[in-house]
């Protein structure tokens, strides 16, 4: 069962903006979790980018900070990465990831990813 579902990668010249999002299934409950985005590109691990927790605190990895934001709607199961002045280093497959708090469901969740193009 899919659980999490990524969308709105692509390509996008420096400085341009995207805003991915990340859906979740109806087994989970967005109010049990905290949200994070990850990234991974070619031959590098995988970094963290930004999250929210359940209730609405964020933090950003330096290097997006000012540039990136991280949002959340659990009425739509929905959380948002809005990414502004985009670099070539940022190009990358960006996850999502949720990690249950409380409540029930499962407790660890990644999707499939969705990949981010930054080209001239």
């Known amino acids: 069962q899919v659980q999490l579902v990524e969308s709105g990668g692509g390509s996008v010249q420096p400085g341009g903006s995207l805003t991915l999002s990340c859906v979740a299934s109806?087994?989970?409950?967005?109010?049990?979790?905290?949200m994070s985005w990850y990234r991974q590109a070619p031959g590098k691990q995988r970094e963290l980018v930004a999250a929210?927790?359940?209730?609405?605190?964020?933090n950003y990895a330096e290097v997006v900070k000012g540039r990136f934001s991280i949002s959340r709607d659990n009425a739509k199961k929905t959380v948002y990465l809005q990414m502004n002045s985009l670099k070539f280093e940022d190009a990358a497959v960006y996850y999502c990831?949720?990690?249950?708090?409380?409540?029930?469901?499962?407790?660890?969740?990644w999707g499939q990813g969705t990949q981010v193009t930054v080209s001239s």
């Open positions: 990831n949720a990690q249950r708090r409380s409540g029930v469901g499962p407790n660890d969740v």
């Open positions: 109806s087994n989970i409950f967005l109010s049990f979790y905290d």
């Open positions: 929210i927790s359940r209730v609405g605190g964020t």
